[in-house]
């Protein structure tokens, strides 16, 4: 089971950007989905993107949460066995504990499927 780390959450101005980083402990990583989520006390969990498994082009997509299309972008760096969230145009309601969640792939019902392995969570606070 791949373990997974986060790194990269802090205190950014509205309409500020950071980029959240994901790193596998596998290079088997790169065969699979990675999803972000973000969490709220009190509220439920959300998914925020999905980057698609590398080796199903054409058979798998990325795939965003509207709230965050056009703002966020998801990328994979598999020499690195990274993945990066690069959120711009922040608001305060991106404010939230992000976690990364790994799966075969995303899929149409990436936002709840089952996901094998989850991260311990980044907190990004979106504040002026």
């Known amino acids: 089971q791949v373990q997974l780390e986060e790194s990269g959450g802090g205190v950014v101005q509205p309409g500020g950007s950071l980029r959240l980083s994901c790193v596998a402990s596998?290079?088997?990583?790169?065969?699979?989905?990675i999803a972000w989520f973000r969490q709220v006390a009190g509220k439920e969990r959300e998914g925020v993107s999905c980057v698609r498994n590398s080796d199903a082009t054409g058979l798998d997509n990325d795939a965003y949460a509207d709230s965050v299309k056009g703002r966020f972008i998801v990328s994979r760096d598999n020499a690195l066995n990274t993945v990066y969230l690069q959120m711009n145009s922040l608001k305060p309601e991106d404010t939230g504990v992000y976690y990364c969640a790994s799966a075969p792939y995303c899929g149409t019902n990436w936002a709840g499927r089952l996901y094998d392995s989850w991260g311990q969570g980044t907190q990004v606070t979106v504040s002026s």
């Open positions: 596998a290079s088997s990583h790169s065969y699979t989905g």
